[in-house]
């Protein structure tokens, strides 16, 4: 997209809250309307919009309408570029015709929007992912039924881990709010951590999607050590001791 273009975009979705794509095209009269549709396709999958019928409005107006501005939105557009690019190495680990859990999570609902709709079959802890994922033809999506967490938009406790005791899992598409050498990954709520530890115990394979804004952070529950993932897909280079720990667990580190 071109860069003038897209600040442009978002000037006018800051002032005006949305506007429509006829509307978008009066400030842009050398530029297709296909082109402009793609724009704010892309601007979408980076969280700066919601796309309407003809149109967009921006998520800071959404939220406002909704009442929503609460943590998991904030927190869904810090780093979104590292996210977009962690998203987009991940998308070519998703296996079609294969079991897959996709956990909840900012990075993971990005995963969730670029996917392609093909023969996919997902599981997920995530209310905002599985309704995402329900708009693609093709992609089969399990809920994991459970207590909503609203800061995440995830759910876990008792009855998540019931119905994922019933379930087969090749590979799961994790994610983390923290991770220390010494404590491993780790998030802030005692359920999801839970959740996390049996969905990893049942998968044959698990994906870590996790940015190093990440790294250093040390939340209350632990999950997972570094010899219990496979792959750790980042947005740049770890930290020298990390890969060395990495390496050594026999963890690939994509970035």
């Known amino acids: ?13 800051e002032q005006k809250g949305e506007i429509q794509l006829q509307k978008l095209k009066e400030f842009f009269p050398d530029v297709s309307t296909m082109t402009l549709r793609r724009d704010l396709i892309a601007l979408e999958k980076e969280g700066h919009l ?23 939105s904030k927190r869904a557009q810090e780093n979104i570029e590292a996210k977009m690019k962690i998203a987009n ?8 015709n294969r079991s897959i859990y996709f956990d909840a999570g900012s990075t993971i609902m990005c995963l969730a929007k670029i996917l392609d709709s093909d023969n996919f079959t997902i599981i997920t802890s995530g209310l ?9 033809k093709n992609v089969f999506v399990a809920m994991l039924g459970g207590i909503v967490n609203s800061n995440t938009l995830s759910v876990s406790g008792p009855n998540a881990i019931f119905s994922l005791d019933k379930m087969n899992i090749d590979i799961a598409f994790m994610s983390a ?20 530890r049996r969905i990893i115990k049942r998968s ?9 804004s990440k790294v ?30 990495a390496r050594e667990s026999d963890v690939e580190i994509l970035y």
Not at 218 to 230: G, H, Q, T, V, W
Request: proline share 2%; aromatic share 8%; hydrophobic share 40%.
């Open 204 to 212: 044959q394979k698990v994906v870590m999607l996790m940015d190093t």
């Open 128 to 136: 905002n992912i599985a309704l995402e994922l329900v708009k693609k």
């Open 177 to 196: 709010s923290g991770f220390c050498l010494g404590t491993g990954f780790s998030v802030s709520n005692a359920y999801e951590g839970e959740l996390k």
């Open 89 to 96: 190495i991940a998308k070519g680990l998703v296996e079609k």
């Open 216 to 245: 250093g952070k040390n939340m209350p529950f632990s999950y997972a050590r570094l010899d219990e993932i496979d792959i750790w897909v980042c947005e740049k280079q770890l930290p020298e001791d990390i890969e060395k720990a």
């Open 1 to 13: 997209m071109n860069g003038f273009r897209k600040q442009k975009i978002l000037d006018i979705l």
């Open 50 to 72: 919601i796309r309407t019928h003809g149109g967009a409005i921006s998520t800071k107006k959404l939220w406002q309408l909704t009442g929503q501005e609460d943590e998991y």
